[in-house]
Nanobody, 116 residues
Framework: QVQLVESGGGLVQAGGSRRLSCLASRTRSRLVYMGWFRQTPGKMRTLVAAITDSGATNYGDSLEGRFTISADSAKNAVYLQMNDLRPEDTAVYYC??????????WGQGTQVTVSS
């Protein structure tokens, strides 16, 4: 079973930066998609950014420019660089992967809190 370990969450002041990391282990197939989603209480989980094994990226609404996703396939790792953070970016951030065998996995989530 694929395991995802996220790190990098925490408290940051508005305007600050944070880098999230997600490391996948026990993968049985090549990861073809890695992404970050976020969720706040009472709301649906939404896409922040995603990257495919070919390097194609996709960002949630109005996040590109402040957020940058990158991946290291050799390490089965995906990163999310978040700049110019705003209070509305406060959420639990989840890592999500899709393997070439169809396996979908979610991480446990990491809290990011942006203070005004």
């Amino acid at each position: 079973q694929v395991q995802l370990v996220e790190s990098g969450g925490g408290l940051v002041q508005a305007g600050g930066s944070r880098r999230l990391s997600c490391l996948a282990s026990r993968t049985r197939s090549r990861l073809v998609y890695m992404g970050w989603f976020r969720q706040t209480p009472g709301k649906m989980r939404t896409l922040v950014a995603a990257i495919t094994d070919s390097g194609a990226t996709n960002y949630g609404d109005s996040l590109e420019g402040r957020f940058t996703i990158s991946a290291d396939s050799a390490k089965n790792a995906v990163y999310l660089q978040m700049n110019d953070l705003r209070p509305e970016d406060t959420a639990v951030y989840y890592c999500h992967t899709l393997g070439s065998d169809g396996t979908k996995t979610w991480g446990q989530g990491t809290q990011v809190t942006v203070s005004s």
